[in-house]
């Protein structure tokens, strides 16, 4: 089973950056698909962004030119660079690897955006 630990979440002023850093215990990390979900208060947990082994990369439409997802196969790591973040990017941040139809999920970095 592998594990996923996130990092880099935290309190963040409205137009600030924070980078949020997931690292894989698998060293077959570099063949799956990764990505991040969110959860705001009282909402559903939607997709942000995911990466393939490839590198093609997808963000969501509501975070497209903000947010930006990379991996560094060498470290087992999968980062989302979030950008002029907003309050409504207030959120848990969830990692998740799909490992050709199973997914495994990261236990969640807060995210808050406040003045």
């Known amino acids: 089973q592998v594990q996923l630990v996130e990092s880099g979440g935290g309190l963040v002023q409205p137009g600030g950056s924070l980078r949020l850093s997931c690292a894989a215990s698998d060293r077959t990390f570099s063949i799956y698909v990764m990505g991040w979900y969110r959860q705001a208060p009282g909402k559903q947990r939607e997709l942000v962004a995911h990466i393939t082994s490839g590198d093609s990369t997808n963000c969501a439409d509501s975070v497209k030119g903000q947010f930006t997802i990379s991996r560094d196969n060498a470290k087992n790591t999968v980062y989302l660079q979030m950008n002029s973040l907003k309050p409504e990017d207030t959120a848990v941040y969830y990692c998740?690897?799909?490992?050709?139809?199973?997914?495994?999920w990261g236990q969640g970095t807060q995210v808050t955006v406040s003045s």
């Open positions: 998740y690897r799909n490992a050709l139809g199973t997914v495994s």
